[in-house]
Protein backbone atom coordinates (compact mmCIF):
# COMPACT_ATOMS: atom_id res chain seq x y z
CA UNK A 1 0.00 0.00 0.00
CA UNK A 2 2.75 2.63 0.88
CA UNK A 3 4.71 1.77 -2.52
CA UNK A 4 1.66 2.20 -4.54
CA UNK A 5 2.00 6.10 -2.74
CA UNK A 6 3.67 8.03 -6.24
CA UNK A 7 1.09 6.33 -8.60
CA UNK A 8 -1.83 6.00 -6.96
CA UNK A 9 -2.12 8.32 -3.52
CA UNK A 10 -0.21 11.27 -4.26
CA UNK A 11 -1.73 12.10 -7.71
CA UNK A 12 -4.93 11.99 -5.84
CA UNK A 13 -3.83 13.91 -3.25
CA UNK A 14 -2.32 16.35 -5.57
CA UNK A 15 -6.03 17.07 -6.88
CA UNK A 16 -6.51 19.10 -3.46
CA UNK A 17 -4.92 22.24 -2.11
CA UNK A 18 -1.77 21.37 -0.21
CA UNK A 19 -3.21 21.95 3.12
CA UNK A 20 -6.72 20.38 2.39
CA UNK A 21 -4.08 17.01 1.54
CA UNK A 22 -1.99 17.59 4.70
CA UNK A 23 -5.32 16.84 6.70
CA UNK A 24 -6.29 14.13 4.69
CA UNK A 25 -2.57 12.32 5.51
CA UNK A 26 -3.49 13.13 9.05
CA UNK A 27 -6.80 11.73 8.93
CA UNK A 28 -5.10 8.74 6.95
CA UNK A 29 -2.25 8.21 10.05
CA UNK A 30 -5.09 7.97 12.05
CA UNK A 31 -7.42 5.67 10.76
CA UNK A 32 -4.48 3.09 10.85
CA UNK A 33 -5.08 2.70 6.96
CA UNK A 34 -1.10 2.71 6.51
CA UNK A 35 0.45 -0.45 7.91
CA UNK A 36 3.46 -0.76 10.15
CA UNK A 37 7.11 -0.60 8.24
CA UNK A 38 8.24 -3.52 9.68
CA UNK A 39 12.37 -2.64 9.93
CA UNK A 40 15.19 -5.14 10.94
CA UNK A 41 16.84 -3.53 13.71
CA UNK A 42 20.21 -2.66 13.27
CA UNK A 43 22.40 -1.59 16.39
CA UNK A 44 24.83 0.42 13.94
CA UNK A 45 21.92 3.01 13.27
CA UNK A 46 21.19 3.63 17.06
CA UNK A 47 22.48 7.07 18.59
CA UNK A 48 22.34 8.32 21.89
CA UNK A 49 22.52 12.03 21.98
CA UNK A 50 21.84 14.41 25.07
CA UNK A 51 21.27 11.10 27.08
CA UNK A 52 18.28 9.67 25.11
CA UNK A 53 19.16 6.51 22.34
CA UNK A 54 17.33 6.95 19.51
CA UNK A 55 16.92 3.78 17.58
CA UNK A 56 17.78 5.14 14.32
CA UNK A 57 18.77 8.70 13.49
CA UNK A 58 16.16 9.34 11.39
CA UNK A 59 13.32 11.95 12.61
CA UNK A 60 9.74 13.71 11.84
CA UNK A 61 10.71 17.49 12.11
CA UNK A 62 8.07 19.57 13.59
CA UNK A 63 5.67 21.47 10.80
CA UNK A 64 3.55 18.17 10.26
CA UNK A 65 1.85 16.62 13.26
CA UNK A 66 1.20 21.14 14.51
CA UNK A 67 -1.44 19.17 17.29
CA UNK A 68 0.47 16.34 18.74
CA UNK A 69 -2.27 14.02 17.15
CA UNK A 70 -0.26 11.00 15.22
CA UNK A 71 3.03 11.21 16.93
CA UNK A 72 2.79 7.06 17.50
CA UNK A 73 1.44 6.06 13.49
CA UNK A 74 4.65 8.80 12.73
CA UNK A 75 7.05 6.31 14.74
CA UNK A 76 5.32 2.48 12.77
CA UNK A 77 6.38 4.54 9.80
CA UNK A 78 10.15 4.14 10.61
CA UNK A 79 11.22 7.40 12.45
CA UNK A 80 13.67 6.76 15.23
CA UNK A 81 11.72 10.06 16.70
CA UNK A 82 8.71 12.44 15.87
CA UNK A 83 8.59 16.46 16.98
CA UNK A 84 5.44 17.73 17.20
CA UNK A 85 4.37 20.87 17.12
CA UNK A 86 4.93 24.24 16.95
CA UNK A 87 2.78 24.85 20.31
CA UNK A 88 1.94 27.92 21.67
CA UNK A 89 0.23 28.67 25.24
CA UNK A 90 -3.32 29.72 23.32
CA UNK A 91 -5.09 28.43 20.37
CA UNK A 92 -4.27 30.11 17.22
CA UNK A 93 -6.00 30.42 13.90
CA UNK A 94 -2.42 31.45 11.94
CA UNK A 95 -2.01 33.07 8.86
CA UNK A 96 -4.96 33.64 5.91
CA UNK A 97 -5.41 30.94 3.53
CA UNK A 98 -3.77 29.98 0.80
CA UNK A 99 -0.39 29.53 2.96
CA UNK A 100 1.43 26.59 1.78
CA UNK A 101 2.44 25.70 -1.63
CA UNK A 102 3.71 22.67 -3.71
CA UNK A 103 6.82 23.51 -6.47
CA UNK A 104 6.66 20.54 -7.80
CA UNK A 105 9.61 20.35 -9.90
CA UNK A 106 11.71 21.90 -7.25
CA UNK A 107 10.08 18.94 -4.82
CA UNK A 108 9.98 21.89 -2.91
CA UNK A 109 7.02 23.66 -0.24
CA UNK A 110 6.48 27.14 0.19
CA UNK A 111 4.17 27.79 3.51
CA UNK A 112 3.26 30.88 5.85
CA UNK A 113 1.14 28.96 7.84
CA UNK A 114 2.28 31.31 11.24
CA UNK A 115 2.17 28.48 13.95
CA UNK A 116 -1.51 27.56 13.21
CA UNK A 117 -2.13 25.36 16.44
CA UNK A 118 -5.10 24.41 18.65
CA UNK A 119 -2.73 25.51 22.03
CA UNK A 120 -0.61 23.47 25.15
CA UNK A 121 -4.02 22.22 26.99
CA UNK A 122 -5.60 20.13 23.49
CA UNK A 123 -2.08 18.67 22.81
CA UNK A 124 -0.70 18.13 26.22
CA UNK A 125 -3.99 15.93 26.71
CA UNK A 126 -3.13 13.64 23.81
CA UNK A 127 -0.07 13.14 24.59
CA UNK A 128 -0.40 11.91 27.93
CA UNK A 129 -2.99 9.78 26.55
CA UNK A 130 0.06 8.07 24.61
CA UNK A 131 1.17 4.15 25.75
CA UNK A 132 5.10 4.63 26.64
CA UNK A 133 7.20 3.73 23.77
CA UNK A 134 9.16 5.80 21.35
CA UNK A 135 10.78 9.69 21.41
CA UNK A 136 8.68 12.23 20.55
CA UNK A 137 9.86 16.13 20.92
CA UNK A 138 7.63 18.79 21.38
CA UNK A 139 8.53 22.29 19.81
CA UNK A 140 7.11 25.44 21.58
CA UNK A 141 6.91 28.62 19.64
CA UNK A 142 4.99 31.91 20.81
CA UNK A 143 1.71 33.54 19.91
CA UNK A 144 1.58 35.91 17.47
CA UNK A 145 -0.12 38.31 19.88
CA UNK A 146 2.01 37.57 22.88
CA UNK A 147 3.03 40.67 25.10
CA UNK A 148 5.94 38.70 26.40
CA UNK A 149 7.25 36.24 23.85
CA UNK A 150 9.78 34.64 26.19
CA UNK A 151 7.14 34.08 29.13
CA UNK A 152 5.17 32.11 26.68
CA UNK A 153 8.09 29.81 25.69
CA UNK A 154 8.54 29.22 29.48
CA UNK A 155 5.10 28.32 29.69
CA UNK A 156 5.93 25.87 26.82
CA UNK A 157 8.32 24.03 29.00
CA UNK A 158 6.58 23.91 32.26
CA UNK A 159 3.40 22.75 30.42
CA UNK A 160 5.22 19.60 28.82
CA UNK A 161 7.82 18.80 31.21
CA UNK A 162 5.96 15.69 32.00
CA UNK A 163 5.26 14.99 28.11
CA UNK A 164 8.04 15.66 26.41
CA UNK A 165 10.89 13.04 25.91
CA UNK A 166 12.83 16.88 24.41
CA UNK A 167 11.92 20.36 23.76
CA UNK A 168 12.46 22.71 20.92
CA UNK A 169 12.98 25.78 21.24
CA UNK A 170 11.13 27.57 17.71
CA UNK A 171 12.70 31.12 17.35
CA UNK A 172 13.18 30.54 13.39
CA UNK A 173 10.13 30.59 11.33
CA UNK A 174 9.94 33.85 9.17
CA UNK A 175 6.06 33.38 9.09
CA UNK A 176 5.61 35.59 13.01
CA UNK A 177 6.50 39.08 12.49
CA UNK A 178 9.74 39.86 14.58
CA UNK A 179 10.22 36.08 15.84
CA UNK A 180 13.42 35.56 14.46
CA UNK A 181 14.76 38.76 16.23
CA UNK A 182 14.81 36.19 19.18
CA UNK A 183 18.29 34.93 17.36
CA UNK A 184 19.73 38.33 18.06
CA UNK A 185 22.30 37.65 20.94
CA UNK A 186 21.11 39.70 23.18
CA UNK A 187 17.38 38.23 22.94
CA UNK A 188 18.80 34.85 22.74
CA UNK A 189 20.49 35.18 26.10
CA UNK A 190 17.39 35.80 27.77
CA UNK A 191 15.54 33.93 26.40
CA UNK A 192 17.99 30.71 27.16
CA UNK A 193 18.52 31.70 30.78
CA UNK A 194 14.66 31.78 31.43
CA UNK A 195 13.52 28.73 29.37
CA UNK A 196 16.65 26.62 30.98
CA UNK A 197 15.66 27.98 34.06
CA UNK A 198 12.12 26.90 33.66
CA UNK A 199 13.48 23.09 32.58
CA UNK A 200 15.83 22.61 35.52
CA UNK A 201 12.91 23.75 37.94
CA UNK A 202 11.02 20.86 36.51
CA UNK A 203 13.93 18.81 37.15
CA UNK A 204 13.87 19.09 40.32
CA UNK A 205 10.19 18.38 41.21
CA UNK A 206 10.02 15.49 38.70
CA UNK A 207 13.03 14.24 38.54
CA UNK A 208 13.57 14.20 34.79
CA UNK A 209 15.78 16.52 32.74
CA UNK A 210 14.77 17.39 29.49
CA UNK A 211 16.94 17.98 26.64
CA UNK A 212 16.41 21.28 25.07
CA UNK A 213 17.58 22.29 21.86
CA UNK A 214 17.22 25.34 19.81
CA UNK A 215 16.08 25.67 16.27
CA UNK A 216 17.56 28.35 13.62
CA UNK A 217 17.58 29.86 10.92
CA UNK A 218 19.30 29.02 7.43
CA UNK A 219 19.60 32.93 6.63
CA UNK A 220 22.03 33.82 9.12
CA UNK A 221 24.76 36.02 9.08
CA UNK A 222 28.38 35.13 10.16
CA UNK A 223 28.48 37.11 12.69
CA UNK A 224 24.72 35.57 13.68
CA UNK A 225 26.19 32.55 13.72
CA UNK A 226 29.15 33.86 16.17
CA UNK A 227 26.52 34.88 18.33
CA UNK A 228 24.37 31.82 18.48
CA UNK A 229 27.31 29.38 18.85
CA UNK A 230 28.58 31.55 21.66
CA UNK A 231 24.93 31.42 23.91
CA UNK A 232 24.45 28.17 23.10
CA UNK A 233 27.93 26.65 24.57
CA UNK A 234 27.64 29.86 27.43
CA UNK A 235 24.39 28.54 28.81
CA UNK A 236 25.24 24.81 28.18
CA UNK A 237 22.22 24.23 25.79
CA UNK A 238 21.56 20.59 25.15
CA UNK A 239 22.00 20.73 20.90
CA UNK A 240 20.82 22.62 18.22
CA UNK A 241 18.72 21.72 14.68
CA UNK A 242 20.09 23.37 11.81
CA UNK A 243 17.85 24.44 9.97
CA UNK A 244 13.92 26.27 9.61
CA UNK A 245 12.86 27.06 6.35
CA UNK A 246 14.94 29.98 4.07
CA UNK A 247 13.71 33.22 2.60
CA UNK A 248 15.99 32.40 -0.49
CA UNK A 249 14.41 31.51 -3.59
CA UNK A 250 17.45 31.08 -5.26
CA UNK A 251 17.85 28.23 -8.36
CA UNK A 252 13.87 27.58 -7.97
CA UNK A 253 12.43 26.87 -11.57
CA UNK A 254 8.87 27.23 -11.18
CA UNK A 255 9.40 31.38 -10.90
CA UNK A 256 5.13 31.25 -10.89
CA UNK A 257 5.06 30.29 -7.15
CA UNK A 258 8.50 31.28 -6.03
CA UNK A 259 7.02 34.82 -5.63
CA UNK A 260 4.88 33.70 -2.79
CA UNK A 261 5.45 34.71 1.03
CA UNK A 262 6.62 32.15 3.48
CA UNK A 263 9.37 29.81 4.36
CA UNK A 264 11.15 27.61 1.48
CA UNK A 265 11.35 24.26 2.47
CA UNK A 266 12.51 20.61 0.62
CA UNK A 267 14.75 19.74 -2.00
CA UNK A 268 16.54 23.35 -2.95
CA UNK A 269 16.97 23.46 0.54
CA UNK A 270 19.58 20.54 1.07
CA UNK A 271 22.56 22.63 0.23
CA UNK A 272 21.91 25.90 2.26
CA UNK A 273 21.03 24.28 5.17
CA UNK A 274 23.83 21.68 5.29
CA UNK A 275 26.55 24.53 5.21
CA UNK A 276 24.94 26.16 7.86
CA UNK A 277 24.89 23.01 9.43
CA UNK A 278 29.09 22.51 9.11
CA UNK A 279 29.46 26.23 9.78
CA UNK A 280 28.26 25.86 13.31
CA UNK A 281 29.38 22.62 14.28
CA UNK A 282 32.76 24.05 13.18
CA UNK A 283 31.96 26.95 15.84
CA UNK A 284 30.26 24.80 18.60
CA UNK A 285 33.04 21.89 18.74
CA UNK A 286 32.52 18.09 18.30
CA UNK A 287 30.64 17.65 21.82
CA UNK A 288 27.20 19.76 21.58
CA UNK A 289 24.46 17.50 19.34
CA UNK A 290 23.15 18.90 15.89
CA UNK A 291 20.13 17.66 14.40
CA UNK A 292 20.28 18.52 10.66
CA UNK A 293 17.57 19.38 8.39
CA UNK A 294 16.59 20.72 5.02
CA UNK A 295 16.30 18.78 1.79
CA UNK A 296 16.58 14.89 3.31
CA UNK A 297 15.07 12.69 0.32
CA UNK A 298 17.25 9.59 0.29
CA UNK A 299 19.40 7.42 2.67
CA UNK A 300 22.28 9.35 0.88
CA UNK A 301 21.64 12.58 1.43
CA UNK A 302 20.22 11.92 4.89
CA UNK A 303 24.11 10.40 6.00
CA UNK A 304 25.70 13.64 4.39
CA UNK A 305 24.21 15.28 6.87
CA UNK A 306 25.68 13.61 9.31
CA UNK A 307 29.31 13.46 7.62
CA UNK A 308 28.27 17.53 7.67
CA UNK A 309 28.39 17.52 11.11
CA UNK A 310 24.61 16.00 12.30
CA UNK A 311 24.28 13.61 15.32
CA UNK A 312 20.53 13.21 13.85
CA UNK A 313 18.76 14.08 10.76
CA UNK A 314 14.81 15.28 10.34
CA UNK A 315 12.18 15.67 7.28
CA UNK A 316 9.43 16.85 6.47
CA UNK A 317 8.90 18.13 2.99
CA UNK A 318 10.14 15.35 0.52
CA UNK A 319 7.56 13.46 2.11
CA UNK A 320 4.83 15.65 0.36
CA UNK A 321 6.67 13.89 -2.75
CA UNK A 322 8.01 10.38 -1.76
CA UNK A 323 4.84 9.06 0.34
CA UNK A 324 4.87 7.28 3.88
CA UNK A 325 7.60 4.80 2.69
CA UNK A 326 10.01 7.51 2.62
CA UNK A 327 11.36 7.19 6.30
CA UNK A 328 11.22 2.91 6.01
CA UNK A 329 13.62 3.29 2.55
CA UNK A 330 15.79 5.81 4.22
CA UNK A 331 16.38 3.57 7.10
CA UNK A 332 16.86 0.80 5.20
CA UNK A 333 19.44 2.49 2.87
CA UNK A 334 21.26 3.98 5.87
CA UNK A 335 21.92 0.07 6.88
CA UNK A 336 23.21 -0.62 3.23
CA UNK A 337 25.58 2.42 3.27
CA UNK A 338 27.01 0.69 6.43
CA UNK A 339 27.76 -2.40 4.70
CA UNK A 340 29.48 -0.29 2.23
CA UNK A 341 31.28 1.84 4.59
CA UNK A 342 32.28 -1.50 6.94
CA UNK A 343 31.62 1.20 10.50
CA UNK A 344 30.54 0.00 13.38
CA UNK A 345 28.19 2.73 14.77
CA UNK A 346 26.91 5.66 11.97
CA UNK A 347 27.76 8.19 14.77
CA UNK A 348 31.47 7.18 13.35
CA UNK A 349 30.67 8.97 10.12
CA UNK A 350 29.82 12.11 11.59
CA UNK A 351 32.22 15.14 10.24
CA UNK A 352 33.83 12.85 7.99
CA UNK A 353 32.92 15.83 5.02
CA UNK A 354 32.92 18.49 7.33
CA UNK A 355 35.92 20.55 5.66
CA UNK A 356 33.90 20.04 2.16
CA UNK A 357 30.94 21.38 3.90
CA UNK A 358 32.58 24.08 5.09
CA UNK A 359 34.25 25.12 1.65
CA UNK A 360 30.61 25.10 -0.19
CA UNK A 361 29.67 28.35 -1.49
CA UNK A 362 26.03 28.76 -0.85
Avoid at 18 to 41: D, F, N, V
Avoid at 238 to 249: A, E, H, K, M, Q
Wanted: charged fraction near 25%; charge should be positive.
Amino acid sequence: MIDAFKTFARRGLFLFDAETAHGMSITALKSGILPACRLSSDRRLAVTVAGLRFPNPLGMAAGYDKNAEVPDALLRLGFGFAEVGTLTPKPQSGNPKPRIFRLERDMAVINRLGFNNEGHEAAFTRLTARRPGGLVGVNIGANKDSEDRIGDYVLGIRRFQSAADYFTVNISSPNTPGLRDLQARESLAALLSAVLAARDEGATATGKRRPVFLKIAPDLTEEGMDDIAAEALAHDLDGLIVSNTTLSREGLSDARLAGEAGGLSGRPLFEKSTAVLARMRKRVGARLPIIGVGGVSSAETALEKIRAGADLVQLYSCMVYEGPGLPGSIVRGLSALMDREKVNSISDLRDSRLDHWLAAKV
